[in-house]
């Protein structure tokens, strides 16, 4: 192998989690070889290929046992253990072990080759059983083969679990899952090839505060591991072996960000009002119950968006209800008498569980959020039973995501009466007059919103859909992030006429997607009257110190001249230049 050079190389990516880190970087090679090559073996040489197997056989346990002893130290729960106890179950299994062997020994072949062989026999047959079962244990047994093929071609198939020391964490692709699954502590940033800004795994990156700069195409093939990484996940820059000095430029641009936030800390306990006395009710997203904390830090008002869908990852079988309910109340007691908006499961786009595997072409159009609970009534109603019961516990109201007819509304509110009778027959409390609420994320949604208002109690805008959806561009593929316009003409329009159709029947709106904890977004909210916004935990300070900056009549006005440019650059420039009135000494101008 060639020395590994050490020139500075400067990436320029999608940053999508703020802050400044300077760290070793770990590269996680996640992508098995994709093309298993099939070669002869001499007779003499099987033996070998036998033995070159039961190697591989033997790393792959002893990786998985390390993974489960950490996960123990770590006191993860009983589920991520028992994943990994269904893998060495696999690993033991004597048919996939004898009928490898088999083929080298009587066919010749590599070992790669007969474990594929022998894999597509299994899932061949698991897959003409057609029961969910049987699919989840062949997903299982493709993953304990690609660990195996990793460790025959050489490959140590890394893992974030498998971090030991503090590290910039660089990946191919990071599931929601896998960024679900990172600590602080150990993760310091992360990058990766592919992704866009408003990914689920975006998302969490910036809800656990770990700075991340994503699309970044082949930053792993241009990173080593123990290579010295800068991260800035505002701008996106990523240098790699950096000089001493630009190290040191950096060390001051991140003392900076420190005394930035320390400064927003301030306005944690001030009300989000206008200097003309408009309230604005800043709210909290999670994904976790453990995020509460960050976002009561950062002076949340509430929940403003549950993603609940978060409870199904990470394991191996399904929330049952009473799981769903224990989850619910924590969070619900927690935040009271504050409001928290549960949003019903949104799985499918970003987002997979193995129970439910998914072979969609295209998978945000397919069958996600509420389209599969339709599918799956009994996940559902599990999950509306649980929020139910744990509406006695506090403020909780319901929200359904991906409504994009009146049909849809009324099919989930029926669910929501069934189970509602159920648990009436059944005594158990709940609160009756729970309110309902549905995201406008879908184009035709937003077009009948004044029809959708005479079904519900309240709206809240999901731009991070509304956006991939009207402009047709993939929220996760990094190819097409450049058409990701927040001011685009069509949505400020589609936006406006959701606030008119919410104000003219007089049900709250809000907005939950990512343009809500942007100040330059913000501001237009505002102006457009709007007054509830539900964001990330970091960003609610920097939108409070907009809130308290501002005139609700100046607002109103640049959001008026805001709604007559044609293009989304011009709005841009407008904005920006008006915030700075604002803003006389902000963050990103003299950063
Ligand atoms: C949205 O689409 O804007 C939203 C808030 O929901 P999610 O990001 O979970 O799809
Ligand atoms: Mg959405």
Not at 110 to 120: D, F
Request: hydrophobic share 40%; glycine share 6%.
């Amino acid at each position: 192998m060639s020395e590994h050079r050490k020139d500075t190389i400067l990436l320029r990516g999608i940053g999508v989690s703020p802050g400044i880190v300077i760290g070793r970087a770990y590269v996680v090679d996640s992508r098995v070889p994709d093309t298993v090559k099939y070669c002869h073996i001499d007779e003499s040489a099987t033996d070998e290929e036998i033995k070159r197997f039961e190697q591989a056989l033997n790393t792959s346990k002893e990786q998985l046992e390390r993974i489960k002893s950490r996960l123990k130290e770590e006191g993860r729960g009983k589920e991520h253990i028992a994943i990994i106890d269904a893998y060495l179950m696999i690993l033991g299994d004597q048919m996939l072990i004898d009928e490898t062997k088999r083929l080298i020994k009587e066919k010749k072949m590599n070992a790669e080759w007969a474990l594929k062989e022998v894999l597509r026999d299994i899932v061949e047959l698991f897959d003409s059983m057609d029961d969910r079962y049987f699919k989840e244990r062949s997903q299982d047994i493709e993953h304990i083969v690609d660990r195996i093929i990793m460790n025959l071609a050489g490959h140590k198939r890394t893992s974030i679990t498998e971090i030991d020391e503090p590290s910039i964490i660089v990946a191919h692709e990071l599931s929601p899952t896998d960024t679900a699954q990172m600590s602080r502590t150990k993760v310091l940033a992360f990058l990766t090839d592919v992704g866009g800004k408003t990914s689920h795994t975006a998302i969490m990156a910036r809800s656990l505060e770990i700075p991340a700069v994503v699309g970044l195409e082949d930053v792993t093939r241009k990173v080593r591991t123990g290579d010295t990484v800068i991260v800035d996940g505002l701008t996106g820059a990523v240098i790699i072996n950096p000089s001493k000095s630009v190290i040191d430029v950096y060390k001051r641009r991140s003392q900076r960000y420190e005394q930035y936030n320390r400064m927003l800390h301030h306005y944690k306990d001030m009300p989000a009002e206008t200097l003309d006395g408009r309230r604005i009710r800043l709210l909290g997203n999670i994904e976790i119950a453990e995020e509460i904390n960050s976002l009561l830090e950062h002076g949340a008002e509430g929940i403003g968006l549950y993603r609940s869908e978060f409870l199904y990852l990470n394991r191996k079988n399904l929330p049952t209800e009473e799981e769903h309910l224990a989850a619910y109340s924590y969070v619900a007691r927690l935040m009271s008498p504050k409001p928290v908006v549960i949003r019903t499961l949104d799985l499918g786009g970003d987002k997979f569980i193995p129970m439910e595997p998914s072979a969609e072409i295209n998978p945000a159009m397919g069958l996600r959020a509420i389209r599969f609970c339709f599918k799956r009534p009994d996940i559902f109603k599990t999950q509306l039973r649980a929020i139910l019961r744990a509406s006695k516990e506090g403020n909780i109201k319901i929200m359904f995501p991906m409504i994009s007819g009146i049909e849809e509304i009324r099919r989930a509110k029926a669910y929501l009466e069934e189970a509602k009778e159920e648990l009436k027959k059944e005594g158990k409390r709940f609160d009756p007059n729970i309110k309902v609420g549905v995201m406008i994320e879908v184009p035709s949604a937003a077009l009948i919103a004044d029809l959708l208002a005479k079904e519900v109690d309240f709206f809240s805008i999901g731009t991070n859909d509304l956006l991939q959806y009207s402009l047709a561009i993939d929220r996760v593929n990094e190819h097409v992030a450049y058409l990701y316009e927040p001011f685009h003409p069509a949505v400020l329009r589609m936006i406006k006429g959701v606030v008119d159709s919410a104000r003219k029947y007089g049900i709250e709106v809000s907005v939950c997607g990512e343009m809500a904890g942007e100040i330059e977004h913000a501001l237009i909210f505002i102006g457009l009257g709007i007054e509830q916004l539900s964001m990330n935990a970091t960003s609610l300070l920097k939108v409070k110190r907009l809130i308290r900056s501002i005139n609700y009549s100046d607002a109103r006005e640049i959001t008026e001249k805001v709604l007559e440019f044609s293009t989304a650059m011009e709005v841009e420039g407008f904005v920006a230049s008006r915030l700075k009135e604002f803003y006389k000494e902000e963050f990103w101008s003299v950063y």
